[in-house]
C-alpha cells in the first residue's frame, strides 16, 4: 500500500464526521457517500492526500451542490409577487394548517358522517365557492389549463367555438389555447383582426356546428392602439339571442377589486357572472391566492354537464388542495382576513412599513441604500402595471457575483439586477424572513 493510500481515511470514518453526517438527512446516505467516494477517488489518482481538514471541505462542497438541487424554501426578494419560477402564490397559514389535517389523517372527505355514506368530495368546497363568487354551482380541477380542457372537451367536441384572434393565448409552460381547443377535439373558428373585433364578426361566423363563444384573457401581452373588443355583455346578447353559451378563461381570477390596492382594475370573477357568461374558468394560484388549482364556476346546468365528464376523473384535485383551497376562499370573508392571505398582505403593506424594515437591513449592510422601487405582479396578470415598492440597494462593480453569493446562502435570496446594483424588494420578502436577510447581508461584509 502507498503511503498515499494509507494516510487516506476511510469511508465509514467520513459518513460520521461531524461535519458531513448532518448532510444525511439533507442527501440521504446514498449520495453522502458517493460524494465521499468521489472525492477519495480523486485523491488516489492525484495525491498527496490533503489535510483532512481540506478534504472534508471538498466534499461539503460536492455536497451543497447536491442540496441547492433540492426543493427549498428561497426569499423573493425580486419584487414579482406571483413568481411562476419560485412557486407562484405562498399559502396562508390556516391554509396550510388545514392541509395538516386533511393530510396527517383520515378525513370526511368523501363520507357523509350524518348519513353513513359515501358523500361528494366537492360538497363543501362548492359551499364556500358559491358564497365568495355568487355563482350558482362550482367545479374544481387541477389547474385552469384543465378547466379550460374540461369545458371545451365536455361542451364543444366535434363542434365549433368561436374566439376572437385578439384572445389567442400562449401562456408560460406551454399552454396555447389553440391546440387545447384542438386537444379537445373542437374547431377553432377564429374571427376578427389581431387588433380589432366586432359583434358582427362573432355573428358572421356562428353557423349550425358552433357550440361556445369564447373568451379568453390576454393575460400576459397587451395589445395598445388601433383596438376594438367585444365586452362580454355584448357577446352574451349576440349568445342568447343564437342559443349558444359565451364561456370565459378569466385565466388569474380576481374576487377582489384591485383597485383597493391602488392596482387598475382587473375583471373579477364575479363582473363575469354578473355579464351573463355561462362558465368562468380561473387559477387558485394567481390572484386567489390559494394552491394550485383550476376552478370553473357558473350555470348549474353547464357544471353538471363537466361533473358528468368521464375525462374529470383524471382531472380532479386530491383532499389537500380541496382543504388549501377551502382555507384559502374562507379568507375573503372580510378585508382583515383576507390579508392573512400572504399575496395580500404583500399588496396591503404600506410604503412606510417597506421603509421602515429596509432601514434595519442597512444597520448590516455596507454599501448600501434605500430606493424607491417597483414591484409587479407577474404570474401572468396585469402586464405592464407595477406598485410602488421600496428596495435596499446594494452597489457593486460584481452584481452578478454577489447575487450568486445570495443564492448560495442557507435560505437563498433571489434578488433582481438593475444597473449594476443588487436589488432586495421589500415588498416580496416575507417579515418573517427579514432576519435571514439581516444574517446573509451581515455576511456580505465579513
Ligand atoms: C394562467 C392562465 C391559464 C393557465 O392557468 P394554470 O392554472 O396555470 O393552468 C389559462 N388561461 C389564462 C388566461 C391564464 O392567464
Redesign the pocket.
Known sequence: MSDVLRGLPAVHRLLEHESLAPYEHLVGRDALRTAIAQELDRVRAAPPMPPLGLLVARISERLDRAVAENLHAVINATGTLLHTNLGRAPLAASALAAAGEAGAGYSNIEYDLIAGERGSRYRRLNAVLREVTGAEDSLVVN??????LLMLDTLARGAEVIVARSQL?E???G?R?PDVLARSGATLVEVGATNKVYVADYAAALSRRTALLMR?????YRIEGFVAEVDAGELVELGTRAGVPVVE????GAVVDLREYGLPHERTVQEALHDGVALA?F????LLGGP???IIVGNGAYIARLRGNPLLRALRVDKVTIALLSATLKLYRTKESREQIPLYAMLGASLESLRERAAAYLREAANATIVESTAYLG???LPGSGMPSIAVSLRTPYPEELHARLRDRPIPIVARIEENRVLLDLRTIAVQQDGAVLKALASLSE
Open positions: 389547474n385552469c389549463a384543465a378547466a379550460v393565448i401562456i408560460g409552460g399552454f389555447l379568453s384573457h390576454p393575460s400576459n378563461d378569466l385565466g388569474s374558468a387559477s387558485g394560484d394567481k394550485q388549482a383550476g404570474g401572468g396578470t
